[in-house]
């Protein structure tokens, strides 16, 4: 048992997140994470051919940030720089997703450029969000902190592997106060899910001065044995990166390698519940009721696209460009 960890055991279905002693009292009691849209792959357009739809969102992220205990509002890539400040400006966390997006150029590598400097702009005036990257997300926000690209190819598709964590675990943001229910299962199972052709070595996060703004949480070790950072957090600020997909663990079914077992949900729903109560300490709002009920997801319908195309996702919500017509799903 960890040195400063809290020493209680509780079952996966009933775990409470506590926060450190010095935070500060939650506020928020309906907190927003927005969740960055990104472009279709080809077999969704094609699937999906003349009903007008541009990007998406897997389903599995709505839900797993539902199931934290907050509601869902999408970010859709491709809009001018008013429209993010808004959106920063009234949510209380923001996802960066996985999928194959270019990190470099495009859609959501700009809309993240942009909502990541908008996130430290906001921090420098006292008002911190939430952020959190997974998978492709993380490879962005290690992109964005670094002086040049910090990537480097890993073979880790369709595997579950465990975390291996770094010293001072116990002044995690994130892990700090996590029963050691959930720290065993994640160092000493295969409980994380990962599917990412590329990944940030130590060497090159300390050559591209990431270490500047982020510490590393934990490494991982892909097929060949190449050891990766799996779990990062900002030094300062509530924004984290996962290389290793939480989401897939309660609501992804396509691949036998991601776990699902109670162990395992337990651990990756626990990690949701803390980035929601962090999202809770922001008390952001948008301009009124009716404005807020526009941006929800509710507004749309997922559709379940396994049954279209071969995909990794079971279901996605389809987005139209709002300035070329009707942005809702039939």
Known sequence: MMEGRVKFILPACLLVVTVHAAAVTAVNKKPIIGILTQDMSEGMME????????????????????????????????????????????????????????????????????????????????????MIGICLGFQMLMYLAAVSNPL????????????????GLENSQIFGEAPDTIIKTLAQSNSTSNFHAYCVTETKFMEKNVNESFKIISTSFDKDGVEYISTVEHKTLPIYGLQWHPEKNLFEWVYGSIPHTMEAVGAAQYVVNVFVEKARQNNQKFSDVNEEAEMLIYNYDSIYIRRLIISSFMECYFFKDEKEGDSYAP
């Open 47 to 130: 699937a999906l051919a003349g009903l007008g739809y541009k990007w998406y969102i897997a389903s599995s992220y709505v839900k797993y940030f539902e199931s934290g205990g907050a509601r869902v509002v999408p970010i859709l890539v491709e809009q001018d720089e008013v429209y993010y400040r808004k959106i920063v400006s009234s949510v209380n966390g923001i996802v960066f997703p996985g999928g194959g997006s270019s990190i470099r150029s495009g859609p959501y590598a700009d809309a993240g450029r942009t909502l990541y400097n908008l996130v430290l702009e906001k921090a420098e005036q006292g008002n911190e969000i939430a």
């Open 152 to 167: 480097t190819s890993c073979n880790a598709k369709d595997v579950a592997d465990p975390l291996f964590f770094k010293p």
